[in-house]
Structure formats: C-alpha cells, structure tokens
C-alpha cells in the first residue's frame, strides 16, 4: 500500500511515540538498533550515525587504525548513517578509503555535503565528493551551512533526478540561521534537513522540529555534545539514579537519548573518531528512551549546572 507523505511522517512520529511510551518488555527492546524511517521514502536507518568531521590524518597505516577500528565497530554494531564533509580536511579521503579497505559500503547511508556559492564551482566540489568517497552514488548530499542554497538546491535536484544521490537537504549548526532554515523549510521540497540540538542547545526544539516533521522532511541532529561541552558541564558526577531508567550506562547515551527521544528526530550523528566511543554511543540507540516526564527531568537536571 502506497502511503502519503503525510501519513508517512505521521506514521514516524508515532512510531518515536510508541518507544516513549515504552509499549515492549526491555529484553525486546534491548536486542535490536531503534530505527527510524525517512518521511519521504519510508527507508529506515538507525538512530545513532557517526560524524566524520575528524577524521583527518595522514596515509600512514598505524595512524589511520584507531579510524578504521572505529568505522568498523559502529559498522560491526548495525550503524549505517556515516555524515563528512569536504570541508572536514581531508575527512572525506579518509572515510572513503577506510570504508573501502573494510568492504562496508553497501551497508554504510553515506552523507556528504557542497559548500560553494557558485553553479559550476558547486559541481566540481560534488565531483570531488564522489571521487573521495569512492562511490558512484551518494545517499545525501547536503547545502553545507545553507551556502548558495538556491543554485546548490537546483543541482542537487537534477543529480538525484539522475540517480547520483538519493536525497537531497540543507544543515546549519547556528542560531543565526534558524530563521532562513524556517524559510526554506516553508517553500522548498527536500529530504533532509540537519541542524544542532543537545541537552543544553534546544531552541529548535519548539519550531523548527515540528515544522520538519509537519513537512516530511528526515532530521539530521549535528554537535549533540556540543563538541564536547556537555562532558565538560558534568564533570565527574556520578550518573542519576534516572540514567538506569533509560538503560542509559554513560553520559554519552543520556545526552544521545534526550536527542534521539524528540519524535521528529531522524538519527544524531555524534563526531566519533574512537572505537570505544562508537560502541558506547551506539548504546543509545538500544533500550528504552525517555517519556516526555523524563525529558523534563534531564533539561532541569542540566539547567541546573549550567
Ligand atoms: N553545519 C554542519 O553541517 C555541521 C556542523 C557541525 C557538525 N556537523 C556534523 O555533526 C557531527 C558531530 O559534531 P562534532 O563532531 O563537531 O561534535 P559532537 O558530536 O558534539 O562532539 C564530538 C566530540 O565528542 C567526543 N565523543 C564522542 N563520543 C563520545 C563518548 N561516547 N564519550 C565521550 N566523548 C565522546 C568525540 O571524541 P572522539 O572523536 O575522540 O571519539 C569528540 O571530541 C560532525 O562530525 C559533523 O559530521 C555538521
């Protein structure tokens, strides 16, 4: 059966709702990757991606192993959605030849983005994207940061037009943007779209979230650490006696719970260039997730030391 768009997304928010509200026994809930479907295909991916922004270093292979291992662990461990950049240094090489080496590429959804203002300029840059990452077609190539938006946006469409991508969208990681992403978000038809959003980063909780949803458009969350800045805020404590209610066994699956727990919320791609933070992180996106009771409890508990 065919659905609509906007069943589709309604279908989504609903499933995001049933795992709120917790509708399976742990041991269920516990043995598989929460998954979340892409308004606009029905595809599914799983919740916790990786962010490739660091992952730069040089051709030599002991320096590249700790990278290998962990694109194989979060591999290993059922995750798919891989995000770079061509603006990372030379991230994209990397993320290319390791997933190359490890023979994952048919599993991995590879995102990608174009960065330039120009038409021509743009499609090189792509062109590159392709060469780098060693595929002949990309999962999602995104406008980076929202730059030459109108033009990069008409390539995008022809090259999906042409099966090169899959799907197209636009990101941001700056308040500053939020009301041109509204914008956009209001006139333009696209896949994804991907912005910032943390435990103590949430002003796109309360309009630009829902407008996604409300448009069928996937969400990408990016600096769900804030680059760390969250780690720092707790410190050494302790997890809350809350944590064990949302099997959570780290602040890293906390902070990657509270995000991934917002209905309208694809996947987070937390930076990971560690094998032992793709197997932590990849944690969250098993068990059960908090309720809206427990979101308020987690925003109290930050706002508290923050
Ligand atoms: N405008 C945009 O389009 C935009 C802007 C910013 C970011 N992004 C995307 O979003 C991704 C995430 O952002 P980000 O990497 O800048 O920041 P982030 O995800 O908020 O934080 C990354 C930091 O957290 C650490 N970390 C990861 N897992 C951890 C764990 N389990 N325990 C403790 N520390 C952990 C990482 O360390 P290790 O590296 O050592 O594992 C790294 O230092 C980027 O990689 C990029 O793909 C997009």
Redo the contacts with the bound molecule.
């Keep these: 059966m065919k659905r609509t768009r906007r069943e589709v997304v309604k279908l989504g928010v609903a499933a995001g709702a049933s795992l709120l509200l917790g509708g399976e026994s742990l041991s269920a809930q516990s043995a598989r990757l929460i998954g979340r479907t892409i308004p606009s295909s029905g595809e599914t991916v799983p919740v916790i991606g990786l962010?490739?922004?660091?992952y730069r270093v040089g051709d030599d292979l002991a320096e590249r192993a700790p990278f290998k291992a962990?694109l194989k662990a979060f591999a290993d461990g059922g995750g798919k959605l891989v995000?770079?950049?061509p603006g990372?240094g030379n991230s994209e090489t990397v993320v290319g030849d390791l997933v190359a080496e490890l023979g994952i590429r048919d599993q991995l959804f590879v995102a990608t983005?174009v960065d330039r203002e120009d038409r021509e300029e743009g499609l090189e840059r792509i062109d590159n994207s392709f060469r780098t990452l060693r595929t002949d077609r990309l999962d999602l190539m995104?406008v980076?940061?929202l730059r030459g938006v109108d033009t990069q946006l008409g390539t995008l469409r022809d090259l999906k037009a042409q099966g090169r991508i899959r799907y197209l969208g636009i990101?941001?990681?700056?308040d500053r943007q939020y009301q041109r992403m509204i914008q956009i978000l209001e006139r333009e038809t696209l896949d994804f779209i991907?912005l910032?959003y943390?435990l103590d980063n949430r002003n796109v909780a309360d309009r630009i979230l829902p407008l996604a949803a409300d448009r069928g458009m996937a969400v990408l969350v990016?600096?769900?650490?804030?680059?760390?800045r969250l780690?720092r805020t707790v410190g050494q404590r302790p997890l809350p006696d809350w944590a064990a209610e949302i099997d959570c066994s780290?602040?890293?699956q906390v902070f990657l719970k509270y995000v991934v727990s917002h209905p309208a919320v694809t996947c987070v791609?937390?930076?990971?260039?560690?094998e032992?933070?793709?197997v932590?992180?990849q944690g969250a996106g098993r068990g059960r997730l908090p309720d809206g009771s427990l979101r308020r409890t987690m925003e109290s508990f930050i706002d508290g030391l923050t």
């Excluded at 962010?51 to 660091?54: D, F, I, T, V």
């Excluded at 990016?222 to 760390?228: A, E, H, S, T, V």
């Excluded at 791609?269 to 560690?274: A, E, L």
Aim: glycine share 10%; hydrophobic share 25%; aromatic share 10%.
């Design positions: 962010g490739a922004r660091n962990a995000d770079t950049a990372y983005k995104q980076h940061n990101t941001t990681s700056s991907q910032d943390a990016n600096l769900p650490f804030g680059r760390g780690f780290s602040w890293a791609i937390p930076g990971t260039t560690k032992h933070h793709a932590d992180n």
